[in-house]
């Protein structure tokens, strides 16, 4: 794939988590940790249960609270000031929290419609992970969602600091926007909702385990998907990750 002109200012701030809103939070949390990911030590930044997981590479916000979920959240220092810059680009605020009561945060949307988040400070400190750290899921590839036009999808992240690649065509319609620290999919098919991607070699002996260990694994995907051997893997709360097979290096 070949990058589109993009800027290196992130108008968002630095990606702290993708926020999960869970019913049962020791249930999600169990889960996880299952998989391999390690608890992060968490503040009292919230009102409401909360823990967050990591593999180093992907943080898991687990709130015990009800909003549209999945929901990547940034930092954003200076919030006030961000927002003017986002106006000035064109990006709508939904919805601004800057009360002096609660935590300043603030909520956006992406053409397709998914939620962003803004909040002005970390919520949580990152583990010491060793550097080959890793999660039965293999390696983290970018948070996916649907659209129906890539073009008007890679603009607007464009404007967000990202730097889109060119589409491509195979084995279906998608672009990626990559920054520093979160690299979003762009997928022109029909989602059932954002999904988390993670990759690796051996994903079938990953997914076959994974299936022996009882874990859940949806029924139904796009025809897209199903044709390249994908799995989607459901989390309690509902979230799906979705497990792809790497080409083998040549």
Known sequence: MTARSGGSRMPLGRFLEVSLAVVELAESLA????????????????????????????????????????????VAPSLRERLAALDALG????????????????????????????????????????????????????????????AAA????????????????????RAVAASRDLNVGLYAIDLPAPVLVFSDVAMQERVASLRDQGHRFAQRMPRELAVMGAALLEAPEGTLLLLLTEPAAD
């Open 31 to 74: 889960f996880y940790e299952s998989l391999g990911f390690v608890q992060a030590s968490v503040g009292e930044a919230w009102p409401h249960p909360y823990a967050v997981v990591t593999d180093g590479r992907l943080s898991l916000g687990l709130h015990g609270a009800d909003f549209e979920s999945p929901l990547p959240t940034w």
């Open 91 to 150: 990006v709508t605020i939904e919805d601004a929290r800057l009360d002096d009561v609660s935590m300043h945060q603030a909520l956006l949307r992406d053409p397709s419609g998914q939620p962003l988040r803004l909040l002005e400070a970390r919520t949580f400190s990152p583990p010491a992970l060793a550097p080959a750290h890793a999660t039965a899921l293999g390696y983290f590839e970018e948070f996916a969602i649907a659209t129906t036009d890539l």
């Open 154 to 173: 890679s603009a607007f992240w464009e404007r967000l600091g990202f730097v889109a690649f060119e589409p491509v065509r195979e084995p279906f319609a």
